[in-house]
């Protein structure tokens, strides 16, 4: 089968989006991801605009801070993306966890909290047709593969985006992650890093590359694992580290170009 591609344009910071968009487009992608603000972006009736000239629909649009905080200005800064998402006709609004608790370690109850903030916004997205995505990812408040099953266990209404690298890092194998939370997992990110080392505190610090150019993660496998889950949701890929002087969005979206290519080349 053939899946619905996007790209992560998570280090843009002011792009000039049209022509951005176009170079996504001929490097073959079939949508994107924003994490742009919306005092950047515009109205939603532009961004659609944009999206429709350049025919690359925005598909998922991501959270300012984390429903873990449950500060009233952060819950109502992201219910206006919330907004924002569901007017563009996003698939899915993603979020991730805030910062571990400083000075302790991490407890059920602070698992708990966060995955009723999660919920709490979930419930805000739902009436305007939105699902919100949980990213997995190393380093914040759920950070091993104990604690991330615990808090799924929490999770009703929001659901899951796997990261197969953040898997990976945790040790747990990325492939067997997508078919023992097939029932929850609306959402992929495909990212691999070239080397990974830890700080005596426990913090990953992966070398990031992009999809393709590493061999952590078994992606021929990780498309044969989608494929037998039915998985018919967009699938999307992160770009590796940032290359000075070549880090701007038409630079970076003309580079990305070898992954669209590498992932097509396998099936996908």
């Known amino acids: 089968m053939s899946f619905k591609l996007g790209y992560a344009s998570l280090r843009w910071k002011a792009p000039d989006l049209e022509p951005a968009l176009e170079e996504l487009k001929k490097s073959g992608w079939d949508g994107w991801e924003g994490r742009l603000p919306i005092d950047w972006l515009g109205t939603p009736a532009r961004v659609r605009r944009i999206c429709a000239n350049t025919d690359m629909p925005l598909v998922v649009y991501t959270a300012s801070g984390s429903p873990d905080n449950r500060d009233p200005e952060v819950v109502e800064r992201n219910k206006r993306r919330m907004d924002f998402a569901a007017e563009v006709g996003c698939d899915c609004f ?3 966890n805030g910062p571990k608790p400083e000075g302790r370690a991490v407890t059920n109850d602070d698992l708990k909290a966060a995955a009723e903030g999660a919920e709490a916004w979930a419930e805000y997205a739902a009436p305007a047709g939105l699902e919100l995505s949980y990213h997995i990812h190393t380093n914040l408040l759920v950070d091993s593969v104990e604690d991330w099953k615990t808090y799924m266990s929490y999770l009703d209404k929001a659901k899951l985006c796997i990261d197969v690298s953040h898997a990976k890092l945790w040790g747990y194998d990325e492939v067997q992650s997508l078919r023992d939370f097939q029932s929850q997992l609306n959402y992929v990110h495909l990212q691999d890093y070239a080397s990974t080392s830890r700080r005596d505190d426990g913090y990953y610090l992966p070398v990031w590359v992009d999809v393709g150019q590493g061999k952590n993660c ?21 770009p590796g580290e940032s290359i000075p002087g070549a880090d701007d969005p038409i630079s970076e979206a003309k580079r990305s170009k070898r992954m669209v290519e590498y992932l097509r080349g396998i099936g996908y």
């Open 218 to 238: 078994d992606f021929p496998a990780i498309k044969d694992a989608l494929e037998e889950i039915n998985f018919t949701r967009w699938v999307t890929a992160c």
């Open 94 to 96: 993603m979020f991730m």
